[in-house]
Every structure is written in structure tokens, then in C-alpha cells.
């Protein structure tokens, strides 16, 4: 699909690291027994709320479902980090008239893993959910939006779904968030201007989400075939952020650019 430097497939049994994922979806209704009753109805029996956890029975998928009043500061967040997806005006007025906030937490760490959280939240939003907002990665969707995903699914979605690709440091080195969600690295990028660092990044998750490469230190990545070549390291400084859910225990791949 792209012209890539090297691709090396990925071994079978590769191991993975658990990561807390965090769904945050706003939304309308009467009480909590009406939203345990219309997740029930609007999937068909597909997904149960049992008292703190929400379940897929059939499939064995059982995530921690948290149930809390109104938060006036939703429609703010939700504005400010749906930028990046197009989030549109009627969406946020949504929003802004919720009356409970429904948060799923999950283990992830794999592609697999990242799919089937997201299908839970997908069952949230049928039920009356107004938008989702991915808090181990600081990005928001509308509620059309994350469910078109799914519709027509791919798995390289994952990437555009869970990751954030645009974040900048104290250094003003550019670099993703969410990439644990999928099991896999972040990226940081030195040296670059804010466009080009945020082009090499959604390519170089694509790359990983689409062909699974193994990816070793002191390789280069090219993201196109007139492209400038990368050379790929491993970052020891890891980032501190506020928000401990956007810690990356695979930690991160730096790219520099080499030569000229």
C-alpha cells in the first residue's frame, strides 16, 4: 500500500503489555435503569450492563462501566479536542444537554483488542450516546462519525480512532498520544515543521497498523519514494504529561531526519 524503506513481517506471539483504555460518552436518559435497558434493546441482546460492567456474553468481553451525573465542563472538552475529527456544532449542542456520562474502561495493548472496546462503545452510542471521547489518547468523535467507522471497518481505523497525532512538547517536538491503546510505540518527531512532523506520524502509524512490521533501532523509513529518509531510534526520555492515562509503557520511536 505505501512505499516503505524495509517491511519485515510481524512474528507470530509477539507479546503485549495490558493498557487501560478510557471511553468517555455523554448522553440522554430518563434514569440508570433506562440506560441499562436501551443498551440491552438498541443491540439486540448483544451487550448487557451488569451493575458495573457492560458485557458481550457470546464474545466473552467484559469492561468496567461507570455511571455519573452531568458534567458542565463536557461540552468544552468535547469542542476543544474534536477539532481534529471535524466534531460539528449540532454534535457539541448535544452535548451540552446530556444528563449522565457513561465511562467504559478496558484493557487493550493489540489491534484486536482496541476493535472490540471500540464496538462497546459503538453499543453505548446506539443507545442514546451523543459522542465519544477517548481519554488515554485525547481525541473526540461525534456520535455518527465513530459509528461509520465500524459500518465499513478497517483495521487501520484504529489508528485515526485512538490516536492522536499532533501533540507538541516543551521542546516543540511533535509526537502522537494512544498508540498503547493499539500496542504499539508512539512517535516523536525532531526537527520538523508542525505539518510535516504530523504527515510523517499518521504515516508511519498507518505503516504499523497496515503492515505489522518489526521495526528495530537505527533502521530508515522513507514515507514516500521522493521522500527524505528517517532514521528510526528508540526515545529514552519519555514524555511526562498531566494525564497518567497517555503513558505508553512500549514507549516511543523518535525520527530524525538524515542526511539532507
Not at 4 to 16: E, L, M, N, Y
Not at 19 to 28: D, F, Q, W
Not at 60 to 71: N, P
Request: with cysteine; net charge neutral.
Amino acid at each position: 500500500m505505501w512505499p516503505f524503506t524495509k517491511k519485515i513481517k510481524q512474528p507470530a506471539g509477539s507479546p503485549s503489555l495490558a493498557c487501560n483504555t478510557v471511553l468517555c460518552i455523554p448522553g440522554s436518559w430518563k434514569d440508570v435503569r433506562d440506560i441499562t435497558n436501551t443498551v440491552f434493546t438498541a443491540t439486540e441482546g448483544t451487550y448487557i450492563v451488569v451493575g458495573d460492567l457492560i458485557m458481550n456474553p457470546c464474545a466473552a468481553q467484559f469492561y468496567k462501566f461507570e455511571i455519573r451525573e452531568r458534567d458542565e465542563r463536557l461540552a468544552g472538552s468535547f469542542g476543544a479536542l474534536g477539532k481534529m475529527t471535524g466534531i460539528t456544532c449540532d454534535a457539541l449542542n448535544k452535548i451540552s444537554n446530556h444528563n449522565y456520562v457513561i465511562y467504559i474502561t478496558g484493557k487493550t495493548g493489540s489491534l484486536k483488542e482496541a476493535h472490540h472496546l471500540a464496538l462497546a462503545g459503538a453499543a453505548v452510542l446506539r443507545a442514546g450516546g451523543h459522542g465519544i471521547r477517548i481519554d488515554s489518547a485525547g481525541k473526540a468523535f461525534e456520535k455518527q462519525k465513530w459509528l461509520k467507522y465500524l459500518v465499513n471497518f478497517e483495521e487501520a481505523d484504529l489508528f485515526e480512532m485512538f490516536v492522536t497525532s499532533s501533540a507538541i512538547d516543551e521542546r516543540q517536538n511533535v509526537f502522537s498520544r494512544g498508540m498503547h491503546n493499539l500496542g504499539l510505540k508512539d512517535t516523536l518527531v525532531c526537527g520538523e515543521e508542525l505539518q510535516n512532523a504530523v504527515d510523517l506520524i499518521n504515516v508511519f502509524g498507518y505503516y504499523q497498523v497496515f503492515d505489522k512490521p518489526v521495526i528495530h533501532q537505527n533502521e530508515f523509513f522513507r514515507p514516500g519514494p521522493q521522500s527524505a529518509q528517517y532514521l528510526i531510534t528508540e526515545e529514552s526520555y519519555q514524555l511526562r504529561e498531566d494525564n497518567n492515562l497517555y503513558n505508553n509503557p512500549y514507549g516511543m520511536w523518535k525520527l530524525r531526519r538524515f542526511g539532507h
